[in-house]
């Protein structure tokens, strides 16, 4: 069993920057492929971005391209999705997940565990 807690998060002006980090207990970290998802109010969950559990692969959404970046620190066991140029529409909850040895995927079904989230609150 995998458990996940997110950190990170919090209130900032539009075009700050935070960094979220997700660590990981419980299992072998460098087998699992990391996701990042959100979800705002009164929206479904929409993926963020994903690192693969070898090879450093990663995959954003449009969305995020050129602000966000996904990462991950096996040494650590934790995950980390820097956030730059915020905008007020990436206020969300802010959830990670694990898959054990996923490639890289948006879906959100297909991830295994996921932490409790922590909120990314971005004033205009």
């Known amino acids: 069993q995998v458990q996940l807690v997110e950190s990170g998060g919090g209130l900032v002006q539009a075009g700050g920057s935070l960094r979220l980090s997700c660590a990981a207990s419980g299992g072998t970290f460098s087998m699992y492929t990391m996701g990042w998802f959100r979800q705002a109010p009164g929206k479904q969950r929409e993926f963020v971005a994903t690192i693969r559990w070898t090879g450093g692969i990663t995959m954003h959404a449009d969305s995020v391209k050129g602000r966000f970046i996904i990462s991950r620190d096996n040494a650590k066991n934790t995950a980390y999705l820097q956030m730059y140029s915020l905008k007020p529409e990436d206020t969300a909850v802010y959830y990670c997940?694990?898959?054990?040895?996923?490639?890289?995927?948006?879906?959100?079904?297909?991830?295994?565990?996921w932490g409790q989230g922590t909120q990314v609150t971005v004033s205009s």
């Open positions: 997940a694990a898959g054990r040895r996923l490639d890289t995927t948006f879906d959100s079904n297909e991830y295994d565990y």
